[in-house]
């Protein structure tokens, strides 16, 4: 089993900076890719960025482009989004999880381990 945690969501003003933080743990393995997606009221999950195994290959959406950086520090078993610029419509609960495979793909059914999510206002 694999648990995932996020922490770092809030509440924040249009043009403003948060950092999403996830953190893994049980029977982790750094090599396989993680992601992160959000899901807004009356909407369904979305992707959002993703992250290779190696941390070499990176995947956005493309509404969170040159806004939003994922990244992820092996040696702590941690999946990062920095999010700057943020706009009202990026209000959702945050999820990161654990793809099964290395390579990153936005597909929501190549992830099999998920977060309790982190809830994020960008308030105008």
């Known amino acids: 089993q694999v648990q995932l945690v996020e922490s770092g969501g809030g509440l924040v003003q249009a043009g403003g900076s948060l950092r999403l933080s996830c953190a893994a743990s049980?029977?982790?393995?750094?090599?396989?890719?993680m992601g992160w997606f959000r899901q807004a009221p009356g909407k369904e999950r979305e992707f959002v960025a993703a992250i290779s195994g190696s941390g070499i290959s990176v995947l956005y959406t493309d509404s969170v482009k040159g806004r939003f950086t994922i990244s992820r520090d092996i040696a702590k078993n941690t999946v990062y989004l920095q999010m700057n610029s943020l706009k009202p419509e990026d209000t959702a609960v945050y999820y990161c999880?654990?793809?099964?495979?290395?390579?990153?793909?936005?597909?929501?059914?190549?992830?099999?381990?998920w977060g309790q999510g982190t809830q994020v206002t960008v308030s105008s």
């Open positions: 049980g029977r982790t393995d750094s090599t396989f890719a």
């Open positions: 999880a654990r793809d099964r495979n290395r390579g990153v793909s936005r597909r929501i059914d190549e992830y099999d381990y």
